[in-house]
């Protein structure tokens, strides 16, 4: 899916990845960007049509699609991340919050555009997932659930979407140093390197990509041998 003369929807596109996809993508010489945040007022970067988005809203959601009928990529990027885990106080009304947002908004975006892309050619979407898709601390345990829910979904939409010309690609990666991640000490990539490699990725018709060297050492454990073998 080649970026030049592309239409390019991008969610929470005010700050973080999100603007630095909607930067990347006129650098590659996109047609049009659709920078979408719950205040569009807050997209300041020229060269994009801000748009009102909460996607957490279906009205809202319906509205965007209906007005940007032209898009050929769906980036999902808008998300949330608070610290805790399953046990801390509170964490039920948590998980709500980040599964409204990091699971239900995706899901109800590509319901809406699935329809648009298939118009356009089939184009491609792309959800922002994380390194927290296959690994769960306490410090973000209920946003690494609803990361690894979120990764399902996108596992699942590649298949409904593959007949339609679709590519669908998930982008994981560990801490970028965005506003989400100001309180944690840790390594961070900074938000430029992730969208660079992400769309490199999309560009050369991947599935998914593994955005740092932590990320990827955790995917490849997942296909480890277990310790403990039981035999019936």
């Known amino acids: ?23 990347e993508a006129l650098e590659r010489g996109a047609r049009k960007v659709y920078a979408a945040a719950r205040d569009p007022s807050a997209v300041r970067l020229a060269g994009v049509e801000p748009i009102k988005l909460d996607v957490t809203r279906p009205d809202e959601v319906a509205a ?15 998300g949330i991340a608070a610290t805790g885990g399953f046990l801390a106080p509170g964490s039920a009304d948590s998980a709500r919050r980040h599964l409204e947002t990091n699971l239900i908004g995706p899901l109800l975006t ?10 356009n050619g089939g184009g491609a ?6 390194i927290a898709s ?7 345990g209920v946003y690494g659930m609803s990361k690894s829910a979120a990764w399902a979904l996108t596992n699942g939409l590649r298949h409904e979407l593959r007949e339609q010309g679709t590519q669908v690609l ?3 990666m560990g801490f970028v140093d965005t506003d989400l991640t100001r309180g944690i000490d840790a390594p961070k990539a900074t938000p430029q390197a ?3 490699l992400a769309l490199d990725g999309l560009e050369a018709g991947a599935e998914e990509v593994l955005a740092d060297e932590a990320t990827l050492q955790v995917k490849q454990g997942l296909s480890a041998s277990p310790s403990i073998y039981l035999q019936a």
């Open 1 to 23: 899916m080649e970026l030049r003369n592309a239409v390019v929807f991008i969610t929470g596109a005010n700050r973080g990845l999100g603007l630095a996809f909607a930067r």
């Open 64 to 78: 965007a699609a209906a007005h940007a009928r032209d898009v050929t990529v769906l980036i999902n990027n808008a």
């Open 110 to 119: 590509a319901q809406a555009f699935a329809p648009v892309l298939a118009a």
């Open 125 to 130: 979407l792309l959800n922002v997932l994380s």
């Open 134 to 140: 296959w690994i769960n601390r306490p410090l973000l």
């Open 170 to 172: 998930g982008l994981h």
């Open 194 to 196: 992730i969208v660079r």
